[in-house]
């Protein structure tokens, strides 16, 4: 049981308690869970522009030259394919095939790249990829250091150009530059977790609550707590580490093959190989219920009255208006196939569906995609 | 937090409207507020019989189900069908358009269980020290 003493307070702890937030424990951090609410929340990323506190989340600053260092050998993104000023979505893997940990790596410029991690597994992955990286390399942890913030919307790039000037809305979906701000020159990123249009900003700690409070000052901005952080998510169909993927499960039953990379050598790429050649012993599917019941993490899956699984995640969808979730089956089931998810006297029948449940989404928009 | 003067409450954070023999239930501004968004509520069947302290309906909020325990023993006469369709009435307004169901009271006595306005402020300022 985590206590609240024990946990970690963000540079905008302070702010979060003046706006009023609901706080709870989360990955090890003490963070704001809702402000004004919920749906109300969700919406407003939704229709107009959310600012979210990400500093819990990890940085790595790694300098390492992939002509001699083991760094693309440890991730399945291919490192070599990337040019500078873009970022790939992938994971670490261990010699199962598990997954340590879904990341996001920066190419900043030949052999200099920052890597994004989780909370609750940044100390975890920065111990294995020191452990594991040879060849020279130099690796920081600056996560103590450097504060994130999420602007995610519909309006974030209006919202962000009073500060930052136009030159960023040049960013394509998964590129990013150095851009001023507040007099320092950060890293934004077209990048997030919502299905928006939207950014990541990468701001030193000791600035990170004034470019708060000035985002804030947008009327078209508001602050936005994990709460809806994770009903946006589960709207898009991503998963959340911890929750619907961990070290047990593969990237091929969780569903997210795209993000690796065959034609390149990773660690555990021969357990994956062989599970595509032997099956699955289970797949991730996504269901919407017929009713506003939600689904919730660990509620069975019934397929015609057997039991075939569990919800991974699952909340009532504020876009949709019913419960939605994910979950992994053991079987192969087609979509639009009728199950029931079931706790105790609860029973909710939904219908196998495809991703992402909320389809009107701008996160790529404007790209030549 | 709102706690009318005219009403019981349990320590599950239930409300009960005493006249005469029946009694109008619902959750408290504290239980929603603790909720969050409620989404989907769900309702005893009238003429059903619920007992005081058991289960007599589930509460979705974004984050949670929760379960309502009926304030008194008896029989549903009649239940807000009104919450099928907008169950954010009982967030929005928990003592009056977000009532749950009326219950025909089999044990007048139960009373002496709940607690007065008072009383039931007191006990959620205890919780929240």
Not at chain 1, 170 to 186: A, H, M, P, S, V
Request: charged letters at 25%; a negative charge; one cysteine or more.
């Amino acid at each position: 049981m985590e206590t609240n003493s024990a946990l970690r307070q963000t540079p905008l702890f302070d702010q979060h308690k003046k706006l009023g937030a609901k706080l709870a424990p989360f990955g090890g951090w003490l963070m704001p869970i809702q402000y004004s609410g919920i749906i109300e929340e969700h919406n407003w990323v939704r229709g107009s522009a959310g600012l979210f506190d990400i500093c819990h989340m990890g940085e790595f600053m790694l300098e390492a030259d992939l002509a001699v260092s083991n760094f693309d050998f440890l991730v399945t993104v291919n490192l070599k394919t990337m040019p500078a000023g873009s970022c790939r979505y992938g994971f670490m893997l261990n010699g199962q095939g598990g997954i340590i940990d879904d990341l996001l790596i920066y190419k900043i410029a030949e052999g200099r790249w920052m890597i994004v991690v989780n909370a609750a597994t940044s100390d975890g992955d920065f111990a294995y990829l020191k452990g594991h990286l040879t060849g020279p390399f130099r690796l920081e942890n600056v996560s103590g250091a450097l504060g994130k913030l999420d602007l995610q919307g519909p309006l974030s790039a209006e919202a962000l150009e009073v500060l930052a000037g136009a030159e960023f809305k040049k960013l394509r979906y998964y590129t990013f530059g150095y851009f001023d701000i507040l007099g320092e020159k950060i890293i934004i990123s077209r990048t997030g977790y919502t299905g928006e249009t939207g950014y990541e900003l990468y701001m030193p700690n000791e600035k990170i609550g004034r470019l708060w409070e000035k985002l804030l000052s947008d009327k078209r901005v508001r602050p936005i707590g994990l709460g809806a952080r994770d009903t946006l998510r589960l709207e898009m169909g991503y998963s959340l580490y911890g929750q619907d993927i961990n070290r047990d499960i593969t990237p091929l039953e969780a569903g997210l093959e795209r993000f690796i990379d065959w034609k390149k050598d990773f660690t555990g790429k021969e357990v994956l190989l062989k599970q595509k050649e032997d099956g699955l012993p289970r797949r991730m599917v996504y269901f919407a219920a017929d009713s506003r019941r939600s689904p919730r993490h660990n509620y069975r899956i019934i397929y015609k009255g057997r039991d075939i699984g569990a919800v991974s995640s699952g909340s009532f969808s504020p876009s949709l208006g019913v419960g939605i979730g994910m979950g992994y089956v053991a079987d192969n089931i087609a979509l639009g196939e009728e199950i029931v998810l079931s706790e105790n006297s609860i029973a909710i029948n939904a219908r196998v569906t495809d991703k992402p449940f909320y389809k009107k989404g701008g996160a790529k928009s404007g790209d030549a995609r | 937090m709102n706690i009318p003067d005219n009403l019981l409450y349990t320590k599950d954070h239930e409300w009960a409207k005493l006249e005469g023999d029946k009694a109008t239930m619902g959750i408290t501004d504290f239980a929603q507020h603790s909720l969050g968004d409620i989404t989907f509520i769900d309702l005893p069947k009238p003429s059903v019989k619920v007992k005081q302290a058991e289960w007599c309906a589930t509460v979705e909020s974004v984050k949670a189900a929760s379960d309502v325990y009926a304030p008194f023993s008896g029989e549903i006469l009649e239940v807000n069908t009104e919450l099928n369709s907008h169950p954010e009435l009982a967030n929005k307004s928990p003592y009056e358009s977000g009532w749950f169901a009326v219950i025909k009271i089999s044990e007048a006595s139960e009373k002496d269980k709940l607690m007065s306005p008072a009383k039931y402020k007191e006990y959620i300022e205890g919780l929240s020290k």
